[in-house]
């Protein structure tokens, strides 16, 4: 971890976060306690992280206190940032004019930055920022347009766009898994397993005039396929606290559950008079914060 601290240190330059606008994403904090069951968010320790007109989204913990994500500067490009919550400070880890990287994160070797790249011919695939500043590298040239993908095994599960949209495991260059169709956006890796989850817009129930998205498993050692309950009604993005609990959110509320569990817990509601709807969030054990991404209202 040291040697990550390092280079992150050092990759490019500082940007400012400031400003007021009725539009676009920010990303707030707030102090986190428990474990499981016991987890808990302390509503009164929320603040925002960032404060710009541009889209601040998409955050991803890189180490025990470093986090990337997706901003939008002025005119519009998507950089990938870091911040550091020990020195309170920002960086660029890119900043290209010509394309656009999204959905950032760590690799499982932890020598990269991965991201979704829209590249100038409009191209969406999954490339890699190495931490020793060699230049990027394209992961998979045949496999786009990539929205969203997560790693096991230091290969990617691909939620790639279509008619319909579909979820693939990158096995091998010539051997794709089709995990299955008609899945939601959000991808990630149960901790501690071979568990590839989503929800799948397929599988549904309606409550309160809300799409209720079912949440699925699929292993990729086992090729073993779970249903695992369903989601916070009208939600679409979720993340693992560990291998057995999850949190999701609706509005400034946010839930947890047991993965065998029906019945999804309040677990806090971040207030606020300039933000609303958090989507996708971001868990660091090690710092006890969660980070959220906020609409502007």
Not at 261 to 279: A, K
Request: net charge negative; with cysteine; glycine share 6%.
């Amino acid at each position: 971890m040291k040697f990550l601290r390092i280079l992150i240190l050092f990759i490019g330059s500082f940007i400012s976060y400031s400003g007021f606008s009725q539009t676009g994403f920010d990303l707030w904090v707030v102090e986190t306690s428990g474990k499981g069951n016991g987890f808990t968010i302390h509503p009164e320790t929320a603040y925002a992280l960032t404060d710009r007109p541009e889209y601040d989204n998409q955050p991803s913990f890189i180490n025990e206190y470093q986090m990337v994500f997706s901003a939008a500067d002025e005119n519009e490009n998507y950089d990938i940032i870091v911040y550091n919550f020990d020195s309170k400070k920002f960086t660029n880890m890119s900043r290209t004019s010509d394309r656009n990287e999204n959905s950032p994160t760590i690799t499982d070797c932890g020598m990269y930055i991965s991201a979704v790249v829209s590249e100038p011919d409009k191209k969406q695939r999954v490339w890699l920022y190495p931490l020793n500043f060699e230049p990027a590298e394209l992961l998979y040239d045949d496999i786009e347009p990539v929205g969203y993908y997560d790693w096991y095994d230091n290969k990617a599960a691909m939620f790639v766009l279509g008619d319909p949209n579909k979820l693939i495991y990158a096995r091998g260059r010539n051997d794709l898994v089709e995990i299955d169709t008609e899945v939601a956006r959000s991808i990630n890796t149960r901790p501690k397993t071979s568990q590839i989850t989503y929800l799948s817009t397929r599988d549904f129930r309606n409550v309160a005039d809300l799409k209720a998205l079912g949440l699925k498993s699929y292993d990729i050692e086992t090729g073993e396929e779970l249903e695992l309950n369903y989601g916070v009604p009208g939600a679409q993005d979720f993340i693992w606290l560990n291998k057995n609990y999850l949190l999701m959110a609706q509005g400034n509320n946010i839930y947890k559950r047991k993965y065998n569990d029906n019945v999804w817990d309040l677990v806090g509601t971040i207030n606020s008079d300039t933000h609303q709807n958090i989507s996708r969030m971001a868990y660091s054990e090690d710092l006890d914060v969660l980070v959220v991404a906020m609409e502007r209202k």
